[in-house]
């Protein structure tokens, strides 16, 4: 069946170092994907996406790796603040639906 | 511009009772989402409507659970009869047309069941 899982589901870095967290998905008919930012008691924050031809993308100290051959999508955030500290979910789009993955906690150590 | 609005933001039922959560896309957006998220997990797709239509119903329960979005008004996600199990935070999204690119997610209700 579909699913979009993530490696770890929790991830504790230091304040000013980078983050990485990845996320694994299943389909390899997903053509879009999107990373979302979760504060606790708010609705997913839309951070970046990324469509299937193409293998990275930046923003605004982030950015989005795809590798389609093996079916894995990571989120970089640079120089990691503590207001960066929520759960990112990645999200693939299926058949004009989203299906997000379980989550990873980011905390940001001072 | 205002984002995607949902009211309540919290909202308690007895079991049995029927629960109505409301969602107002973004202006200019007329392709709305629910979802559903249980604590410490991630959202679960339920339902993709678009004005007077649903396109996709696949995550929704067979019972008890319906969806609309009127020509007029917001987007209504009703449960009727809620048990406990329907306890969680229902998050709804919208896109601008052709929809399901982009979506904006709304502050959430909370349902408790008690």
């Known amino acids: 069946g579909e699913s979009v899982g993530l490696h770890l589901p929790t991830l504790s870095v230091q304040e000013g170092d980078n983050s990485i967290i990845n996320c694994a998905y299943s389909n390899s008919a997903s053509d879009y994907f999107i990373w979302y930012k979760q504060e606790s008691g708010k609705g997913p924050q839309f951070i970046i996406d990324?469509?299937?031809?193409?293998d990275k993308r930046q923003g605004q100290r982030v950015t989005v790796l795809l590798n389609k051959t093996v079916k894995h999508l990571s989120l970089q955030i640079a120089a990691t603040q503590p207001g960066d500290s929520a759960v990112y979910f990645c999200?693939?789009?299926?058949?004009?639906?989203?299906?997000f993955g379980p989550g990873t906690r980011l905390s940001v150590l001072p | 511009n205002a984002g995607v609005m949902q009211n309540p933001r919290h909202l308690v039922r007895r079991r049995g009772q029927e629960a109505r959560l409301r969602c107002s896309p973004m202006?200019?957006?007329?392709?709305v989402y629910w979802y559903r998220q249980l604590p410490e997990e991630g959202l679960k797709f339920m339902v993709y409507l678009q004005k007077e239509n649903i396109i996709d119903e696949s995550g929704m329960p067979k019972e008890r659970f319906s969806a609309e979005f009127p020509k007029e008004g917001p987007s209504i996600l009703r449960i009727q009869q809620v048990v406990r199990g329907d306890s969680a935070a229902y998050f709804c999204a919208s896109s601008p047309p052709p929809g399901a690119e982009e979506q904006y997610f709304g502050p959430g209700t909370r349902l408790t069941v008690t």
């Open positions: 990324i469509r299937s031809n193409m």
């Open positions: 202006k200019g957006h007329s392709h």
């Open positions: 999200a693939e789009n299926i058949s004009r639906r989203f299906v």
